[in-house]
């Protein structure tokens, strides 16, 4: 028996996603690369931390792209959110702060943890739904978008 490739799973699992479920594996990406920018440092490999902090920089870019130009108040406050988080990480990565990096990360497991409520409810709101009448998920964010596979974005370690 053959095991799927972890490449396809991954494709799938976006291809099927809602957009707060993409938006939840956007902020787990940057948790990840954050983690792992941490880790480097910590080993004192200045090289290889800059390398995730600049995918973490990647993905916290299109999470503020994604934000950006929708209306609402939500949005605009996840705006200013994203920008704050650009700036720090940006920030960190220049002046090598394990600080800002720390500020950053904490920030972002307290938005996944948001995230991953939200996904939550949304799926329970679905379930409850009578069979035969099948309804899409809330609309957490009015208008956030996803990553284009044009972007070259890889949530991939």
């Given at each position: 028996m053959k095991s799927e490739n972890p490449k396809s799973y991954l494709e799938s699992k976006v291809m099927t996603a809602s957009s707060a479920q993409l938006h939840l594996m956007l902020v787990e990406g940057a948790i990840r690369f954050c983690t792992r920018a941490q880790r480097e440092l910590a080993n004192n490999n200045e090289g290889?931390?800059?390398?995730?902090?600049?995918?973490?920089i990647d993905i916290i870019g299109e999470m503020l792209?994604?934000?950006?130009?929708?209306?609402?108040d939500i949005?605009?406050?996840?705006?200013?959110?994203?920008?704050?988080l650009f700036h720090t990480l940006t920030s960190a990565y220049v002046n090598t702060?394990?600080?800002k990096l720390e500020d950053v990360m904490r920030i972002l497991e307290f938005e996944r943890e948001t995230w991953q409520l939200a996904c939550e409810r949304a799926h329970a709101e679905v379930k409850q739904q009578p069979s035969g009448n099948p309804i899409k998920a809330p609309i957490i964010a009015p208008h956030i978008a996803t990553p284009s596979p044009s972007s070259g974005l890889s949530l991939e370690a």
């Open positions: 290889h931390a800059n390398e995730a902090m600049v995918r973490a792209a994604g934000v950006r130009g929708g209306e609402s949005n605009q406050k996840l705006g200013d959110l994203y920008q704050f702060d394990a600080q």
